[in-house]
């Protein structure tokens, strides 16, 4: 539900997990495998376009693991149906991983 007054949301959580080593330490990596793709011409600010982990963070991927180009809409959201909401918190890469 949300909140009848924006002063009444608490912030202090998220700001604790996203100073946290760990969160740092990703964010840096993010940051690095987007700027080596700048760098290379294959993403430009503005275009869209993200840097997808082929194993993501969480998972225990890394840059060695691999990095891809893909829409921002593709990268940030999980399979929904037309009333928008959430169907699978499985993407769709590892979804045909597993009928392999």
């Not at 946290?20 to 700027?35: C, D, G, H, I, L």
């Not at 891809?68 to 890469?93: G, I, M, T, W």
């Amino acid at each position: 539900m949300p909140y009848k007054n924006p002063k009444d949301r608490k912030y202090k959580n998220a700001a604790k997990y996203e100073d946290s080593p760990e969160q740092v330490k990703n964010r840096v990596a993010r940051n690095a495998a987007r700027n080596k793709l700048m760098k290379a011409g294959k993403v430009s600010k503005g275009d869209g376009k993200d840097v997808a982990h082929k194993k993501a963070f969480d998972k225990g991927g890394s840059n060695a693991d691999g990095v891809r180009v893909e829409s921002a809409s593709a990268n940030r959201s999980f399979k929904r149906d037309s009333k928008h909401n959430l169907v699978s918190e499985v993407s769709k890469r590892e979804r045909t991983k597993k009928k392999k």
